[in-house]
């Protein structure tokens, strides 16, 4: 199973900003459409944004859009999520996630994407 490993995440305070960052340890991302989602506690698991592996198509949740910026290096191997203005809901595990998709495809469906990160923790607290 292909893996991925999220970084990046910590305590910022509101209005703040954070880098993540997906890289994969045994596969080219190149050829994956990426996805983060993210999880607060109680709640259910949130599509926030995707490229697709061409970098033709992007997608983003209405709650983030004009502050986060994916984007991706494929020189790399690593898709990076830009975070800026940063709210205390935005608080939750962030995971990313490659999926075998059209080369213009993205979506913010979770079960599109069939090889996940362990998540990495975002807090957003004064």
């Known amino acids: 199973q292909a893996q991925l490993v999220e970084s990046g995440g910590g305590l910022v305070q509101p209005g703040g900003s954070l880098r993540l960052s997906c890289a994969a340890s045994?596969?080219?991302?190149?050829?994956?459409?990426i996805g983060w989602f993210r999880q607060a506690p109680g709640k259910e698991r949130e599509g926030v944004s995707c490229?697709?592996?061409?970098?033709?198509?992007?997608y983003y949740g209405d709650s983030v859009k004009g502050r986060f910026t994916i984007s991706r290096d494929n020189a790399k191997n690593t898709v990076y999520l830009q975070m800026n203005n940063l709210k205390p809901e935005d608080t939750a595990v962030y995971y990313c996630?490659?999926?075998?998709?059209?080369?213009?495809?993205?979506?913010?469906?979770?079960?599109?994407?069939?090889?996940w990160g362990q998540g990495t923790q975002v807090t957003v607290s004064s």
């Open positions: 490229i697709s592996s061409s970098r033709g198509s992007t």
């Open positions: 996630a490659a999926g075998r998709l059209g080369a213009y495809y993205c979506s913010g469906y979770a079960p599109d994407f069939g090889s």
């Open positions: 045994s596969f080219t991302l190149n050829y994956y459409a």
